[in-house]
């Protein structure tokens, strides 16, 4: 099964767009979404600050601050294993 990370902060318009949009996709492709708060750890601040929400597969971004469906459906068509 696919992962997928969506770095944000609460009150984030943007992030919840984005949030918003993946649900669209959880019908026709199997991922799991972990939503991490960047504000809880002060290096994932630095590191994605204004750049929020950014969507990763473990530390490579697929999309930031608006969802880009062509990238997370060739990501989500990847067969697994294949990073």
């Not at 601050?65 to 067969?79: E, G, Q, T, V």
Request: with cysteine; aromatic share 8%.
């Amino acid at each position: 099964m696919k992962h997928l990370t969506l770095y944000g902060r609460p009150g984030c318009h943007l992030c919840e767009d984005m949030r918003a949009a993946l649900e669209e996709y959880r019908a026709g492709f199997n991922f799991i979404l972990t939503e991490i708060d960047i504000d809880s750890d002060a290096a994932l601040a630095e590191r994605y600050g204004l750049l929020i929400p950014v969507l990763a597969d473990a530390d490579r971004a697929i999309c930031q601050a608006f969802l880009d469906p062509a990238a997370l459906r060739a990501f989500l068509d990847r067969p697994e294993g294949n990073g």
